[in-house]
């Protein structure tokens, strides 16, 4: 599979029908003015900025391999490339598209540590060497490993550097404070707290503050790196089978046996579940640790006014609310933002109201905003806030990761590196994840639709008597 080309981006959007099936409740909206109403099922802006890529053929004969990795997202494509690199014979089976869920449709923001689990929060818990250690692996090692890829296999990923956290009421600069000095702390020295004036000078907006500017942090595009993974682990030798759903796993003293509807694939050494949410399905332990719930993105057309007039150094932002706003620039001039997290799947109309509220709300400087896609896209989160990694089977190391809780692109791929590291003794890196505790959630994903919206009406409650506490969905 050496033939596969690398990512190219188009010179602007071209507005087509998605290569991917339309799976589970997961929509694409594109501007009717813009597409053919015959086109039941548009591609969403990543993949509608990207030239059509290569199909893989799906699996119809057995094989055997030394290690199946259960799906092409951000997890098994990272996982499956520094598999390969090391010389480990490695089959990837995708049930969709590479990079059709939640690792090709996020917000493409590149920005430190585990969800909740930010520095504050492992300097708390942890010893102070293994705070560090959990921190660098999150912030620093993740970020470097990008940078290291891109440059091995020569991506294009349209990688930006600095991010931003604004904050929407000045209580909650204290907490940017405290996380910032925690940083400094575990020895990690990237960001500086700017106060609403200064703020100004990044974020043409009044909503803010000040707010944290992390030179650490960054943006990417998520489809694009996601391609990028496979096309290195093509580059190593590494199969790939797409349109293959996994059925069943049962492992036995011989080997792990990975069920197809159409073959069987035997693992002689090892299955990594790279399948997020949706892994608990297959796991040998049937701890529900995890509830999904659907995050909502958009694209403007071209806005009226130059981008830089509202964000002067192209910086990325997520805000402080609870149910956080998160934009950034998108090519030929447009913003792409994104916001909320619901326990049920929002309509496209619902969804596009509610973005160009949020625009008006931010940018009321923006006039004659229109919207050229909307997307949802479905992740998972854990109640403490950090990635569930697990490793377990009786004669053969199987690894799965969920929990993502809405952070975690750079996270995945540094993650995915863990894994193949320890699958070959280079590192316990895998195992320092491993080590977090978390808690089971009673029928979790049956309630989401009821217990997202109570748990959101609660600490809505809990900010109108204390808007100064800072506590991000």
């Not at 890529?53 to 490339?81: N, P």
């Not at 949020?358 to 403490?384: C, H, Y």
Request: with cysteine; net charge negative; glycine share 8%.
């Amino acid at each position: 599979m050496s033939n596969i080309n690398k990512p190219q981006f188009l010179d602007d959007v071209e507005f087509k029908a998605s290569q991917a099936t339309q799976m589970g409740k997961e929509w694409s909206w594109v501007n009717p003015k813009r597409i053919s109403a015959e086109i039941t099922n548009p591609a969403n802006y990543y993949e509608s900025s990207l030239a059509d890529w290569h199909h893989f053929d799906s699996l119809t004969a057995d094989l055997e391999c030394d290690v199946v990795v259960i799906g092409a997202g951000l997890l098994g494509s990272s996982s499956a490339l520094h598999l390969a690199e090391q010389g480990v014979d490695t089959v990837v089976l995708e049930k969709n598209r590479v990079g059709n869920a939640a690792s090709g449709r996020n917000g493409g923001q590149l920005t430190p540590g585990l969800a909740r689990w930010e520095a504050e929060e492992m300097a708390s818990r942890l010893s102070y060497e293994d705070a560090k250690k959990l921190w660098h692996f999150t912030s620093t090692e993740a970020m470097q490993l990008i940078d290291e890829i891109t440059d091995k296999y020569q991506l294009q990923l349209r990688r930006g550097r600095g991010h931003i956290t604004a904050a929407v009421h000045e209580g909650h600069l204290v907490g940017l404070t405290q996380g910032a000095d925690a940083r400094k702390y575990l020895g990690e020295d990237h960001t500086r707290i700017a106060g609403k004036h200064e703020l100004m000078e990044y974020i043409q907006s009044d909503y803010y503050h000040g707010g944290l500017i992390d030179e650490l942090g960054g943006q990417i595009h998520p489809l694009a790196l996601n391609r990028g993974l496979i096309y290195g682990f093509c580059q190593n030798g590494g199969r790939l089978y797409e349109q293959t759903e996994v059925l069943a796993i049962e492992e036995k003293p011989d080997g792990i046996y990975v069920k197809t509807a159409d073959a069987v694939v035997k693992a002689k050494k090892s299955v990594v579940l790279a399948v997020h949410h949706a892994s608990f399905k297959l796991l040998a332990e049937h701890n529900q640790t995890t509830i999904p719930f659907y995050t909502y993105v958009s694209t403007t057309a071209p806005l009226d006014v130059d981008i830089e007039r509202i964000l002067p150094y192209g910086h990325p932002v997520y805000d402080t609310q609870f149910q956080i706003d998160y934009y950034r620039p998108a090519q030929q001039n447009r913003l792409l933002f994104g916001g909320q997290g619901t326990g049920s799947c929002w309509s496209p109309e619902r969804t596009k109201n509610y973005l160009e509220q949020r625009i008006a709300a931010v940018f009321p400087q923006l006039k004659n905003v229109e919207m050229d896609f909307v997307w949802s896209g479905t992740t998972d989160l854990t109640v403490n806030g950090a990635v569930d990694s697990r490793k377990f089977g009786q004669h053969y190391p199987i690894y799965a990761v969920h929990g993502w809780s809405g952070h975690g692109v750079a996270q995945t791929v540094r993650i995915g590196k863990a894994i193949a590291d320890d699958f070959v003794g280079q590192s316990d890196d895998f195992n320092m994840l491993s080590n977090i505790d978390h808690q089971n959630i009673l029928f979790g994903r049956t309630l989401a639709p009821v217990v997202i919206p109570i748990a959101k009406s609660a600490y809505g409650l809990g900010a109108l008597f204390n808007p100064a506490k800072m506590v991000s969905f």
